[in-house]
T-cell receptor
Framework: EAQVTQNPRYLITVTGKKLTVTCSQNMNHEYMSWYRQDPGLGLRQIYYSMNVEVTDKGDVPEGYKVSRKEKRNFPLILESPSPNQTSLYFC?????????????FGPGTRLTVL | DQQVKQNSPSLSVQEGRISILNCDYTNSMFDYFLWYKKYPAEGPTFLISISSIKDKNEDGRFTVFLNKSAKHLSLHIVPSQPGDSAVYFCAASARGGGADGLTFGKGTHLIIQP
């Protein structure tokens, strides 16, 4: 089954404790990205990757890092989480960069930073 | 400054009737528009899209209309069914449908009443 998986689905942590949210897709997609969804703000793109070892900033990259060492994985790293990073996070992938209408989203990770 | 606006946070429609969800945008560089549907505890899924060279695109019960002069698009669902109850996000791209740089609206929660 074609899918994007994220782990963990729920996470409660404390300020400053490094964490990683994993994202994996099984569709051999070139393009992957991370979004955050906040009440009253819709989805905002954090980072994206057009292919292995190619990443770029989205609209709200501050406080986040990503890496793309393999095609299927695109982890989101919070080196020193802060309460304003409490949010619902979605990973997404599509066959190519020019493929917004083929974009698959993961089920989401709800992060709370105390 | 919000470039994609969905001014109705929620909309309630009777089953069998037409649902009309609206979206306005301010950036005249947007040339591709998409609607995504999101159920609770799931990621968004692509629903329908339209290029700026068209004014209408239809897919089964779903039709998207684009009025470029008014910078307005709408999603029509006819007839509305209980399974259509979800949050609908309007999104716009200035890169011909590129998955990077998508700008999302805040979403409209559609509730289909039996």
């Amino acid at each position: 089954e074609a899918q994007v998986t994220q782990n963990p689905r729920y996470l409660i942590t404390v300020t400053g404790k490094k964490l990683t949210v994993t994202c994996s897709q099984n569709m051999n997609h070139e393009y992957m990205s991370w979004y955050r969804q906040d009440p009253g703000l819709g989805l905002r793109q954090i980072y994206y990757s057009m292919n292995v070892e190619v990443t770029d900033k989205g609209d709200v990259p501050e406080g986040y890092k990503v890496s793309r060492k393999e095609k299927r994985n695109f982890p989101l790293i919070l080196e020193s989480p802060s309460p304003n990073q409490t949010s619902l996070y979605f990973c997404a992938s599509s066959l190519r960069q020019l493929g917004a209408d083929t974009q698959y989203f993961g089920p989401g990770t709800r992060l709370t930073v105390l | 400054d919000q470039q994609v606006k969905q001014n109705s946070p929620s909309l309630s429609v009777q089953e069998g009737r037409i649902s009309i969800l609206n979206c306005d945008y301010t950036n005249s560089m947007f040339d591709y528009f998409l609607w995504y549907k999101k159920y609770p505890a799931e990621g968004p899924t692509f629903l329908i899209s339209i290029s700026s060279i068209k004014d209408k695109n239809e897919d089964g019960r779903f039709t998207v209309f684009l009025n470029k002069s008014a910078k307005h698009l709408s999603l029509h669902i006819v007839p509305s069914q209980p399974g259509d109850s979800a949050v609908y996000f309007c999104a716009a791209s200035a890169r011909g449908g590129g998955a990077d740089g998508l700008t999302f609206g805040k979403g409209t929660h559609l509730i289909i009443q039996p």
